[in-house]
């Protein structure tokens, strides 16, 4: 026959009780690091080396398009097509990847030149009419040019079919 002393079981389970919600009210942070210092209190995961990388997930264009609902935020690193980093700007619902970095938008940079070939260019207007739109005076060479008081007559060009509309 078991005698179970039932002051001994109240304790046990009242101490079992404490333990789980002091667990329920910690925060889970991570800190990877050789210096032992804490996570830092925005971060859910805190990686600090002087000497090595992080390493994100390497992945071909296909496989990074086959991830199964990927979250906003997801970072991959694309290893074909056009490589570098890229993160989820849309939702798990309908990724949007994003690549970081030179070359990663619509102005695309080739040594220390700068172009954009995909479009018109506005300054001034954001519904650009022509390859370059600029609603304002513009200065090219140090000489000003533009429409003046907003009438092409009062502008003075030498050249052929320098004011032609």
Known sequence: M????????????????????????????????????????????????????????RMTQDQKTAISNPATGLIIYQTDGSTG??????????PDWIKVGSGSGQWTSNGSNLYYSAGNVGIGTNAPSALLEVNGDAKFNGHTIGRGGGNILNNTATGVMLLIQ
Do not use: C, E, R, W
């Open 85 to 94: 980093l890229y993160y989820n700007a849309g939702t798990a619902a309908v």
């Open 2 to 57: 078991i005698f179970i002393n039932t002051h001994f079981m109240k304790k046990l389970i009242l101490t079992l009780g404490v333990l789980i919600l002091l667990t329920l009210s910690i925060k889970s942070q991570v800190a990877i690091n050789t210096d032992g210092t804490s996570p830092d209190n925005s971060a859910m995961l805190d990686v600090k080396a002087t000497d090595k990388g992080f390493l994100v997930p």
